[in-house]
């Protein structure tokens, strides 16, 4: 297979879509650029893909991912080891159900307001319980699917039972899109983006795909694509595999119009990507509700710059 980076594959996406992209209106009045279905291949023998033409935070992404794996849907956690990824929309929610106006996103009002309300949700675990509760969303579908027989189905538990003891079986699948749940995500969170992702073993190899149907492609799509190939790997220690090719495939990808000069900073970087990191998980962890962040290490990380940019709510 040929050797593949992380920054190659990614950058050629976004000048896909600045060439190629449709100008359409979205939901947060933002407006995009966008193109339907458009696949990335990742060997993750070739190293952690992890861009290295932006800095990205690795601890966001492996918090959010422990949070998921342990079926929580509850912002407490995360704003307890300073991960502010998700704080945006259940703030919004605060306020819409208290008769609240919302300010711009973004302004100086806007930042002063969630940050006293992430130190509430840190310090008020009545409030936490209340406000911090995004809804059915991705851990809670992952571990708790809701069956009509009142039972809940844990389908992460049974994907790595199925990888034990039916390798080949093509139903190894987990899905966040409930369609019952969706209205009550939306609420106090979002409707999973990432909704669907199928695990496959071939040569003593695990390998994973996921299907996004909405793909923020300069802020999200690189969180997404470190998340699902740290879980790949997780998945793969648990399961006495090795990880094989992560692969990425989206719907809707589309840059935020108001994301496209940090895209062109991006871009200048072309001629300046950097070996790809390599990430350490401690050995010993054989049970996948067992990983905390002190198991994992990224190793030969010398990224450029973070370059910020405004999260459409």
Not at 35 to 54: E, I, S
């Amino acid at each position: 297979m040929q050797k593949t980076h992380v920054d190659t594959t990614y950058l050629a996406l976004l000048k896909h879509i600045m060439s190629e992209g449709a100008t359409k209106t979205d939901r947060t009045g933002t407006g995009t650029k966008s193109v339907f279905g458009y696949q990335m291949r990742f060997n993750l023998a070739d190293g952690f893909p992890l861009l290295t033409t932006k800095k990205v935070p690795i601890k966001a992404i492996i918090h959010e991912l422990i949070w998921f794996v342990r079926g929580d849907s509850n912002l407490k956690y995360l704003a307890d080891n300073n991960v502010h990824i998700w704080d945006e929309w259940p703030y919004k929610a605060y306020l819409v159900k208290n008769n609240i106006p919302v300010p711009k996103s973004d302004s100086p009002e806007w930042q002063s307001g969630i940050k006293e309300f992430v130190e509430k949700i840190v310090s008020d675990a009545v409030f936490a319980k209340e406000y911090g509760n995004l809804g059915p969303i991705y851990g809670y579908q992952w571990r708790n699917w809701p069956a009509p027989n009142g039972a809940h189905i844990d389908q992460l538990a049974q994907v790595i039972e199925q990888i034990k003891k039916s390798p080949d079986s093509r139903r190894i699948i987990v899905s966040a899109w409930n369609v019952a749940d969706i209205d009550e995500m939306a609420k106090a969170g979002l409707p999973p983006c990432h909704c669907l992702f199928q695990f496959y073993v071939a040569d003593g190899k695990l390998s994973c795909q996921l299907y996004q149907r909405s793909c923020d492609t300069f802020l999200g799509v690189p969180f997404n694509i470190a998340s699902y190939a740290l879980l790949t790997m997780m998945i793969a220690q648990v399961t006495g595999l090795v990880p094989g090719e992560f692969v990425w495939t989206g719907g809707d990808v589309h840059l935020y119009l108001n994301h496209l000069d940090q895209v062109a900073t991006q871009l200048a970087r072309e001629n300046d990507i950097r070996p790809m990191p390599t990430m350490k998980i401690n050995p010993a962890i054989k049970n996948i509700e067992d990983f905390t962040i002190d198991d994992f290490e990224l190793v030969d990380y010398n990224p450029h710059d973070a370059i910020k940019a405004p999260i459409a709510v």
